[in-house]
Protein backbone atom coordinates (compact mmCIF):
# COMPACT_ATOMS: atom_id res chain seq x y z
CA UNK A 1 0.00 0.00 0.00
CA UNK A 2 2.99 2.35 0.96
CA UNK A 3 4.40 2.05 -2.68
CA UNK A 4 1.21 2.04 -4.18
CA UNK A 5 0.45 5.45 -2.51
CA UNK A 6 3.94 6.85 -3.10
CA UNK A 7 2.64 6.30 -7.10
CA UNK A 8 -0.40 7.58 -6.83
CA UNK A 9 -2.29 10.86 -8.29
CA UNK A 10 -3.81 13.13 -5.82
CA UNK A 11 -7.49 11.26 -6.64
CA UNK A 12 -5.81 7.98 -5.13
CA UNK A 13 -3.56 8.97 -2.89
CA UNK A 14 -6.59 9.29 0.09
CA UNK A 15 -7.92 6.53 -0.83
CA UNK A 16 -4.52 4.78 -0.57
CA UNK A 17 -3.73 6.86 3.04
CA UNK A 18 -7.05 5.52 4.34
CA UNK A 19 -6.22 1.73 3.82
CA UNK A 20 -2.65 2.21 5.03
CA UNK A 21 -4.61 3.74 8.15
CA UNK A 22 -6.69 0.75 8.35
CA UNK A 23 -3.86 -1.66 8.80
CA UNK A 24 -2.46 0.73 11.26
CA UNK A 25 -6.34 0.38 12.89
CA UNK A 26 -6.72 -3.51 13.18
CA UNK A 27 -2.84 -3.18 14.81
CA UNK A 28 -3.66 -0.79 17.24
CA UNK A 29 -1.37 1.62 16.45
CA UNK A 30 -3.93 4.86 16.93
CA UNK A 31 -0.96 6.75 16.72
CA UNK A 32 0.06 5.74 13.19
CA UNK A 33 -3.30 5.70 11.58
CA UNK A 34 -3.93 8.74 12.75
CA UNK A 35 -1.19 10.48 11.07
CA UNK A 36 -2.00 8.22 7.93
CA UNK A 37 -5.91 9.74 8.28
CA UNK A 38 -4.83 13.28 8.40
CA UNK A 39 -2.52 13.29 5.26
CA UNK A 40 -5.42 11.54 3.51
CA UNK A 41 -7.64 14.68 4.67
CA UNK A 42 -5.43 16.88 3.65
CA UNK A 43 -5.21 15.04 0.42
CA UNK A 44 -8.82 15.61 -0.48
CA UNK A 45 -8.72 19.22 0.14
CA UNK A 46 -12.27 20.94 0.11
CA UNK A 47 -13.71 18.72 -2.86
CA UNK A 48 -17.41 18.53 -2.64
CA UNK A 49 -17.64 15.53 -4.75
CA UNK A 50 -20.35 13.28 -3.44
CA UNK A 51 -17.81 10.61 -3.95
CA UNK A 52 -14.97 12.57 -2.51
CA UNK A 53 -17.53 13.59 0.67
CA UNK A 54 -18.26 10.24 1.44
CA UNK A 55 -15.04 9.22 1.26
CA UNK A 56 -14.22 11.98 4.00
CA UNK A 57 -16.92 10.72 6.28
CA UNK A 58 -15.32 7.54 6.27
CA UNK A 59 -11.69 9.01 7.03
CA UNK A 60 -13.44 11.08 10.09
CA UNK A 61 -15.18 8.67 11.20
CA UNK A 62 -12.10 6.56 11.51
CA UNK A 63 -9.81 9.71 12.94
CA UNK A 64 -12.74 9.71 15.48
CA UNK A 65 -11.93 6.17 16.37
CA UNK A 66 -8.41 6.77 16.69
CA UNK A 67 -9.17 9.84 18.90
CA UNK A 68 -11.19 7.21 20.74
CA UNK A 69 -8.41 5.05 21.31
CA UNK A 70 -5.70 7.44 22.54
CA UNK A 71 -8.51 8.71 25.02
CA UNK A 72 -9.64 12.02 23.50
CA UNK A 73 -12.83 11.69 23.21
CA UNK A 74 -13.90 15.40 23.06
CA UNK A 75 -11.87 15.30 19.87
CA UNK A 76 -13.57 12.20 18.80
CA UNK A 77 -16.84 13.50 19.43
CA UNK A 78 -16.01 16.69 17.14
CA UNK A 79 -14.40 14.22 14.23
CA UNK A 80 -17.79 11.92 14.39
CA UNK A 81 -20.20 15.19 13.85
CA UNK A 82 -18.25 16.61 11.55
CA UNK A 83 -18.63 12.71 9.74
CA UNK A 84 -22.10 12.29 10.08
CA UNK A 85 -22.35 15.65 8.68
CA UNK A 86 -20.58 14.66 5.52
CA UNK A 87 -21.82 11.56 5.02
CA UNK A 88 -25.13 13.54 5.14
CA UNK A 89 -23.66 15.96 2.97
CA UNK A 90 -22.81 12.46 0.17
CA UNK A 91 -26.13 10.56 0.41
CA UNK A 92 -23.82 7.57 1.46
CA UNK A 93 -25.55 5.18 4.02
CA UNK A 94 -22.71 3.13 4.75
CA UNK A 95 -20.76 5.87 5.82
CA UNK A 96 -23.73 7.30 7.72
CA UNK A 97 -23.91 3.84 8.99
CA UNK A 98 -20.18 4.26 10.31
CA UNK A 99 -20.41 7.71 11.77
CA UNK A 100 -23.65 6.96 14.17
CA UNK A 101 -22.17 3.74 15.32
CA UNK A 102 -18.60 6.28 16.11
CA UNK A 103 -21.15 8.59 17.60
CA UNK A 104 -23.03 5.50 19.93
CA UNK A 105 -19.71 4.22 21.15
CA UNK A 106 -18.75 8.00 22.43
CA UNK A 107 -22.12 8.58 23.66
CA UNK A 108 -21.82 6.22 26.66
CA UNK A 109 -22.71 9.04 29.71
CA UNK A 110 -26.09 9.12 27.88
CA UNK A 111 -27.18 5.47 27.08
CA UNK A 112 -30.65 6.89 25.66
CA UNK A 113 -28.69 8.52 23.00
CA UNK A 114 -26.16 5.80 22.31
CA UNK A 115 -28.92 3.32 21.68
CA UNK A 116 -30.50 5.87 19.32
CA UNK A 117 -27.31 6.10 17.11
CA UNK A 118 -26.50 2.46 17.72
CA UNK A 119 -29.94 1.24 16.62
CA UNK A 120 -29.61 3.36 13.66
CA UNK A 121 -26.33 2.35 12.61
CA UNK A 122 -27.43 -1.61 12.98
CA UNK A 123 -30.80 -0.94 11.01
CA UNK A 124 -28.84 0.72 8.14
CA UNK A 125 -26.10 -1.72 8.41
CA UNK A 126 -28.79 -4.64 7.78
CA UNK A 127 -30.63 -2.64 4.98
CA UNK A 128 -26.63 -2.23 3.37
CA UNK A 129 -26.52 -6.13 3.75
CA UNK A 130 -22.98 -4.95 5.43
CA UNK A 131 -21.92 -7.38 7.56
CA UNK A 132 -18.74 -5.69 9.45
CA UNK A 133 -20.50 -2.52 10.35
CA UNK A 134 -23.58 -4.78 11.66
CA UNK A 135 -21.49 -6.95 13.35
CA UNK A 136 -20.22 -3.89 15.00
CA UNK A 137 -22.96 -1.98 15.96
CA UNK A 138 -24.89 -4.98 16.87
CA UNK A 139 -21.98 -5.52 19.58
CA UNK A 140 -21.58 -1.24 20.92
CA UNK A 141 -25.61 -1.74 21.17
CA UNK A 142 -25.52 -4.95 23.38
CA UNK A 143 -22.24 -2.93 25.38
CA UNK A 144 -24.97 -0.22 25.89
CA UNK A 145 -27.53 -2.12 27.29
CA UNK A 146 -25.60 -4.13 29.19
CA UNK A 147 -24.22 -0.90 30.56
CA UNK A 148 -27.63 0.30 31.58
CA UNK A 149 -28.62 -3.07 33.23
CA UNK A 150 -30.40 -4.50 30.46
CA UNK A 151 -28.59 -7.83 30.14
CA UNK A 152 -31.01 -9.71 29.00
CA UNK A 153 -31.56 -7.14 26.09
CA UNK A 154 -27.89 -7.31 25.62
CA UNK A 155 -27.63 -10.93 25.29
CA UNK A 156 -29.47 -11.67 21.87
CA UNK A 157 -27.34 -8.86 20.65
CA UNK A 158 -24.19 -10.48 21.71
CA UNK A 159 -25.33 -13.82 20.11
CA UNK A 160 -26.31 -12.37 17.19
CA UNK A 161 -23.06 -10.40 16.27
CA UNK A 162 -21.13 -13.61 16.63
CA UNK A 163 -23.00 -15.30 14.46
CA UNK A 164 -22.56 -12.84 11.97
CA UNK A 165 -18.64 -12.41 11.96
CA UNK A 166 -18.60 -16.22 11.03
CA UNK A 167 -19.47 -14.96 7.99
CA UNK A 168 -16.57 -12.32 7.63
CA UNK A 169 -13.86 -15.20 8.80
CA UNK A 170 -12.64 -12.83 11.13
CA UNK A 171 -11.23 -14.94 14.15
CA UNK A 172 -9.75 -11.80 15.82
CA UNK A 173 -12.88 -10.23 15.96
CA UNK A 174 -14.84 -13.82 17.00
CA UNK A 175 -12.50 -13.68 19.66
CA UNK A 176 -13.54 -10.64 21.02
CA UNK A 177 -17.08 -11.16 20.54
CA UNK A 178 -16.90 -14.37 22.17
CA UNK A 179 -15.02 -12.65 25.16
CA UNK A 180 -17.37 -9.72 25.82
CA UNK A 181 -20.60 -12.44 25.62
CA UNK A 182 -18.97 -14.32 28.44
CA UNK A 183 -18.45 -11.28 30.12
CA UNK A 184 -22.85 -11.06 29.73
CA UNK A 185 -23.19 -14.58 30.47
CA UNK A 186 -21.22 -13.92 34.00
CA UNK A 187 -23.37 -11.01 34.63
CA UNK A 188 -26.54 -12.44 34.65
CA UNK A 189 -25.61 -15.62 36.44
CA UNK A 190 -24.62 -18.44 33.88
CA UNK A 191 -21.36 -18.90 34.48
CA UNK A 192 -20.77 -22.16 32.75
CA UNK A 193 -22.32 -20.57 29.58
CA UNK A 194 -19.15 -17.63 30.41
CA UNK A 195 -16.84 -20.34 30.63
CA UNK A 196 -17.72 -22.29 27.43
CA UNK A 197 -17.75 -19.04 25.75
CA UNK A 198 -14.19 -18.23 27.06
CA UNK A 199 -12.31 -21.20 26.25
CA UNK A 200 -13.60 -20.90 22.52
Excluded: C, F
Aim: net charge negative; aromatic share 0%.
Amino acid sequence: LEAAAALADDDRYAALEHKIAGVHIRRGQWLLAGQHLQAALVALGDDRDAGVTALRARILTDRGLAAHHQGADDEAADLAAQALAAAEDAGDLAALAGAHNLLGVLSKHDLSLARHHLEHALALARRLHDVATEVAAANNLAQAHAAAGAVERALPLARAALARSTLLGDRHRQAALHNNLADLLRASGRTDDAMTHLTQ
